[in-house]
C-alpha cells in the first residue's frame, strides 16, 4: 500500500459523505482532471484502502429494530479461546459487528433486535453458549448518534 497524500485523503473524505459522486465531481472538488482523479481512485481500490462501495438500506423494520451494545469477557484470553469464540460469533446472524478489545471487557459486540423479549431469546439461544464466555453486559441503545456508514451531516438532516 503507498502513503496516502493529501489528495488522496480528500477523495477518501468526499467519498465518505457520497459514495456514489461521478468521477467528474469528484475530480473538480479535489482539483484533478477526471482522469487523473480515475487513476487515483484506481489506485486507492487496487491497494485496498477502498475496499469497496456499499447502500445503507434502512427498511421500516430496522428504524424500529433496537440496538444491544454487549460486552464480553472470556474465561481466558489464548489463541485457542479468542480463535473459538470469533468462529462461533461470525455464526449468530443479530450480530451485526464484533470487536477485540483492550482493557476490561474483551470484546464489543452490535447485535440488532426487535424488542426486549427477541433479545431475550438471542441471549439465551447464542450470546449465553458462546464458548468460554463468563460475563455479558449489555446495554440498551436509547437512539443513534452517529451511525457506521452515515456520514454526520446525513444523521442531522434525517
Known amino acids: 500500500m503507498h502513503a496516502l497524500d493529501p489528495l488522496d485523503h480528500k477523495i477518501l473524505r468526499l467519498l465518505r459523505k457520497d459514495g ?17 482523479c480515475l ?16 447502500a445503507i438500506i434502512e427498511t421500516d423494520s430496522e428504524e ?8 464480553i469477557t472470556l474465561e481466558r484470553q489464548t489463541d485457542d479461546y479468542l480463535r473459538r469464540f470469533e468462529a462461533a460469533v461470525r455464526r ?33 439461544d447464542s450470546l449465553s453458549r458462546l464458548p468460554g464466555v463468563v460475563r455479558i453486559q449489555s446495554s440498551f441503545a436509547i437512539r443513534s448518534v452517529v451511525r457506521p456508514g452515515v456520514p454526520p451531516a446525513m444523521e442531522e438532516a434525517g
Open 20 to 36: 456514489r459522486m461521478s468521477n467528474a465531481k469528484l475530480a473538480a472538488e479535489v482539483g484533478l482532471s477526471p482522469s487523473a
Open 39 to 54: 487513476r487515483r481512485l484506481h489506485m486507492l481500490e487496487h491497494s485496498g484502502v477502498i475496499r469497496g462501495y456499499t
Open 64 to 71: 424500529r429494530a433496537v440496538t444491544v451494545i454487549v460486552q
Open 92 to 124: 449468530c446472524p443479530e450480530v451485526r459487528e464484533c470487536y477485540l478489545l483492550s482493557g476490561s471487557s474483551d470484546y464489543l459486540l452490535r447485535v440488532v433486535t426487535q424488542n426486549s423479549t427477541d433479545y431475550d431469546r438471542i441471549y439465551m
